[in-house]
């Protein structure tokens, strides 16, 4: 028994308990339909664009990409234009495969020893497989909500939902989206908590958020597909929450609101915890920059003056030993006593 | 090798990939020996003017810290945050997904999960969450925060200094999230309370005085080099006659000191003067070696951004002193990693001298054009490509040869093809070691970033395992018997490497069989490699010992 999965697991039992009773006192519906989908909201908001603009405010003194492949050097020479990209070009299409597609990730390999004295590297595609999948269902589901909000449907979320539900079986017609993405936060789970290395370096705050989207995702197919909640009032509720004029019919049962407070919660949750990797990895310095830092000369905004030992003290320690030796010097013997006021102090930064 | 060094045998039945039963912040460290270096000398800290010399051991329970150690820590933290985005995202955006886990070559020879470069940089992370963040001054250890007591800073001080900061982890790592740059903090911040090694700060100290990290006089390496001109022309026939210091030569050569005083980056030296000699004679090529800069690499890079930056200043600074048009930078891992990510920044603009082009070729180093600083390998990939070197490339055939990149030009430069390019034109039988373990997914020596000391051999030898383990591969299936490398330290690191997991296998520089290869003009019959070693059927006949 782990304490970190257990304590996040309670946590999120904590919640689902809180929202399903919480709707049945009085004033419930408004707390939890309105006050604080609004807050959380407004957390999110606000706490994403102020970490944002707190990593903006570092500097990125150095140029410091992994080059993941062969420099541009010589015309002759094939260059990784993607994985060591010199242009910002290059750049942007590095950043769109690392975003999109997790090519980073695709690299990976598990390593074993094999036989007692040989390593092997397998490529490891599960959990490459695994974070795209969670991730893309994960957008497919937030946009396919859209709807919820928008009067008329646009075509767009109409088309999209038709490839979403292409199985075209039960109903109503199961969306693929929302069992990928069940099916996928069940696998990140499992892995943290069977991989002995992974559940080692896990903490709780790792744990807490693959609950709560578990729960989100479970709430939302309980809904659809069992309890069938009612959609017209749900769409009332979405409109009345995106046009600021909160409206709460009884028709909606207390798993919506569950539902409701679970986004609420990870979306409040959200600047604070490393689910900030969705901006991060915008800023990330080892990727989002050309490996062309012999040709172009990247600035430091901080770079000051050091103290550095000079040719003049250097020759004036070593000098007899240099000329000794048939090496040039600057200065000769006889001239350091008159002249040597010139070579002291430590030498200011060039310009 | 130590006496006391467990046989390969033992250190391979000892790794145990299993992570301990209780959790890593309850995991008191234990500093071991064989798996840490010395602390620094005093005097070498005292003499380079960095914070808090005195002598002290990791081994004893009071390390003599200054008594407002935390708040120094905490101060210093919070500077490299408002000056490094790099770091703030490192601290703030890692999801613990594992990738990085069995990257590591030392989690991979120790299976101590400490040594997953996830956990390494958690080791930070944890403190930093309780100082700087929110979440972590409220819900501590559930979201990962710890504070900073003397066993924490010991743990630090032990793992920072496990890591090589080969950035192996960061190609795997969806966010590139660099444990390279995160060792680079944290061995800063130990830096700020006089927690340094002696393997580091000793030469640093050297360097700082003497030009080189070895400490080597002006009068010395002219000595030593006096005395490879010596073994060219037994070998050859032919005096060399590098020049020194001068003033108006066309280009600068900067290479690591180690290349002039240990076997065999000794030879590689001989392959570079050879080499310049060959073009001189024949183009007219201008080149100087510098006793004052004479140094390419930089331990001062292991120690802080500042410190580095204080030793490469000299390599522009002599640049402009001997009014040289470019720099010529010889065979080194760190030392291209700080040309290639930092030297410009931090020292330039080197608008003193001229972009770079090939004398001999007309080549223009695009690439190189705001440094001024070209690869070696890139320049005599040009050379050979031209087809402006006469070689003989029979007299590289006793080897079979398979290449290691250095972590550094691989990952922090990205120099992969022109090295190759130069062994395939300069000897015939190369063979390369499995796709995942070199270019991009090479492995480290196991010694990289100032821990190749004596001291601390088993860490080298369980850190260069899985890099042995590729080469006894080739070894194995092939018969190589030779491991190139474009790197000093490599060539001090991997000839023990090999010694214990692979012993039939030597070590080399590039330009070592350049020199083996090249025909110098008016040469006498050759008989030997660069070595002194008979070459198998050219040995002299008169001779048979």
Redesign the interface.
Known sequence: MNV?YM?SLIAVIVLFLLAYVGVKVPGGQVLFGAVIPYLAVITFIVGVIY?VI???????????P?????????P?????SL??P?TTGGVIVRMIL?ILL?R??F?????E?KE????S?EWEKW?WLG?LAFHWSFATVLIRHLRLFLEPVPACLQFLEKIDGFLQVGLPGVLLSGVVLLAAVTYLLLRRIF????R???????FFPLFLIFGVAFTGILMRYFSKVDVVGAKEIAIGLATFHPSLPESVGGLFYVHLFFVSVLLAYFP???L??MA??F?????NLP??????????P??YP??????EE??D??RE??I?????VEKEIVAESTESAESTGE?E??E | MPDDLAKPNELLSKIDYKPSKTGWMDTLTEIRTGMYCYASNPKSVEYLGLPHARGWNPLDEDWKLPENWKEIIHNGLREQLDRFRSFKVFMDICVRCGACADKCHFFIGTGDPKNMPVLRAELLRSVYRNDFTTAGKILGKMVGARELTFDVLKEWWYYFFQCTECRRCSIFCPYGIDTAEITIMARELLNLLGLNIDWIATPVANCYRTGNHLGIQPHAYIDMMDFFADDIEEITGIKVEPSFNKKGADILFITPSGDVFADPGTYTAMGYMMLFHYLKEKYGFDITWSTYASEGGNFGFFTSHETMKRLNAKMYAEAKRLGVKWILGGECGHMWRVINQYMDTMNGPADFMEEPVSPITGTKFENAKSTKMVHIAEFTADLIKHGKLDLDVSRNDHLKVTYHDSCNTARGMGILHEPRYVIKNICNNFFEMPANTIREMTFCCGSGSGLNAGEDMELRMVGGLARANAVKYVHEKHGVNMLACICAIDRAALPPLMEYWVPDVDVTGLHEMVGNALNLPGQKERTTDLRSEPLPGMEEEDNAE
Not at chain 1, 55 to 61: E, T
Not at chain 1, 66 to 74: D, F, I, M, P, R
Not at chain 1, 291 to 300: D, F
Request: glycine share 6%; charged share 20%; net charge positive.
């Open positions: 970190n304590v970490r707190d990593w903006g405010h570092s500097p990125v003194p150095f140029r410091i992994s080059t993941c492949g062969q420099q541009k050097s010589l002759w020479v094939k260059s990784a994985d060591n010199a690392e997790f980073s990730l690299r990976n390999t598990k390593c020893l007692g004295d040989k390593l590297y959990l974070a991989i002995p290395q992974v080692y370096i896990s903490l709780a705050s790792d604070f915890s490393k900030m990797h991060g990895i800023f990330s310095p080892t990727r490996g062309n830092s012999r040709a172009v000369r990247h600035i430091n901080w770079n050091v103290a550095v030992h000079t040719y250097y020759e320690e070593f030993k240099m000794e030796a048939g090496l040039p030498s930064e060039k």
